[in-house]
């Protein structure tokens, strides 16, 4: 395997140039639109349908679904978590399995602003089966579509799917992306093949699958439609998957595929050449600004590293540059891609002194995140007992609730820390307020099974 590799080197060349495309006829679909009522109409029309038929599957599974923590299957949790924090990506997403009739999938979304990762039952049961390694790449290849924040993209890029062949090219090009970011953080690249092979054949035949084998047999595969599939699908066929991870992470290795698909890079679909033609001096002038480097590195960067001073000194624990940078009047509630301030990730980190130290220079205990999130609440996600006694002393509003109508209170149970609950629970958080699913704090705690907490917010 590679080594080092930069996170940049991982991102399929295709991805970015694909985005790029599908980005100018959205933005050019989007132009037409607002010259047509009825455009116009179907557009907030289906937007909405499919925005409500999303929620309703996503409130589905919350409250169907088993939730991954400490407590309820811990050990594959703590590997989303090593994984989540060697990828960079601040936080622990959520991660949900459903039961699936024997499909195997998983995919990453979102829900009012929240990353998820849905895990199909079929597939997370690989850990009954040794497979756990299989079953980290999966985990690893849903957490780096949310590093890349395709979601997000996907979004920007909405009115492009009306063209055929377009998004499923970029979304194809995303998934190996997500194949590279997999094998390399999960360290392991023939359980990354091996898993592909699952998806292929299932979870009981693929240790008897010839890979080679499974490998030549696509390039028997000719015809018109066979192409025309290829084309119009989100995702490569697995075959090809499972050859551009070996192409990348091994050095001697020789692609079976790699002569004819340059035959297919001559193809392009006749609906798509006169919208090539129309935009093609706009693509070289994008290009010629690099608006790749502008939506990656400014508007969607999930590096924290790429934000303010003030942020990069509390993440390093750096105190001593803290102090500096606010003796120097930096502005202290200003925020990063995220919406977090620096009090935010002093409190995500429980680091009580760099906390104080803003709090000391009229930082603001309530500044909220994009999903109207505080430092109170993320010092009690967190289980950090110490700053949220330090918060509420600065008087962080207790019963504050976020986008999701969760209070500070709701936080600490999720995060099981008795300490910190108490605290909440003593200081006057309301112990009966309801959240978008209708559910008290007590009632989280019961749903998490945690005996100390229920009885603390039933006395």
Known sequence: MHDPISTKDLVHKDER???????????????????????????????????????????????????????????????????????????????????????????????????????????????????????????????????RRHIAKQLLILPAMWVPGITQAYSRACEYTCDRYAAYYTQN???????????????????????????????????????????????????????????YFNETYESVLSQKSKKRLNWIPVSLLVLALVIGGSVYAIKSIDIESFFDDTMLSTNPADTTPLINAVIKADIDEVNKLI??????????????????WAAIDGNYEISKAILDAAGNPDATDDFKETPLMKAAGNGHSETVVLLLEYGAEINYA?????????YGV???????????????????????SNLTALMHAVKLGNDEIINLLRN
């Open 189 to 247: 690249v023939e359980a990354a093949k091996n898993c592909l092979t699952i998806l292929g054949v299932g979870k009981k035949l693929y240790k008897y699958v010839d890979q080679n084998q499974y490998l030549n047999q696509i390039q028997n595969e000719k015809g018109f439609f066979i192409c025309l599939y290829e084309k119009l699908a989100t995702h490569p066929p697995i075959p090809k998957r499972i050859d551009q991870i070996d192409l």
């Open 402 to 410: 976020d986008f999701n109508l969760w209070t500070p209170l709701m």
């Open 414 to 436: 999720q995060s099981e820390d008795f300490e910190t609950v108490r605290i909440l629970f003593n200081a006057g958080a309301d112990p009966d307020h309801k959240d978008y």
């Open 327 to 344: 003796s120097e009047g930096v502005k202290l509630d200003q925020k990063d891609f995220y919406g977090w301030t620096a009090l935010h």
């Open 17 to 147: 140039k694909y985005f790029i495309i599908a980005l100018l006829v959205s933005i050019i679909m989007f132009v037409v639109l607002l010259f047509s009522i009825i455009g116009l109409f179907y557009l907030a029309f289906f937007g909405m349908l499919s925005f409500v038929l999303h929620v309703l599957m996503m409130g589905n599974i919350r409250m169907n679904g088993v939730r991954l923590h400490q407590e309820q299957f811990p050990q594959v949790y703590d590997k989303v978590k090593e994984l989540s924090e060697k990828m960079g990506i601040g936080y622990i997403p959520e991660v949900y399995v459903v039961e699936s009739g024997g499909i195997l999938n998983a995919f990453a979304t979102k829900f009012f602003g929240k990353n998820m990762v849905v895990l199909y039952s079929s597939m997370f049961e690989l850990i009954e089966q040794g497979a756990e390694d299989e079953l980290a790449f999966v985990i690893a290849h849903e957490l780096a579509h949310i590093k």
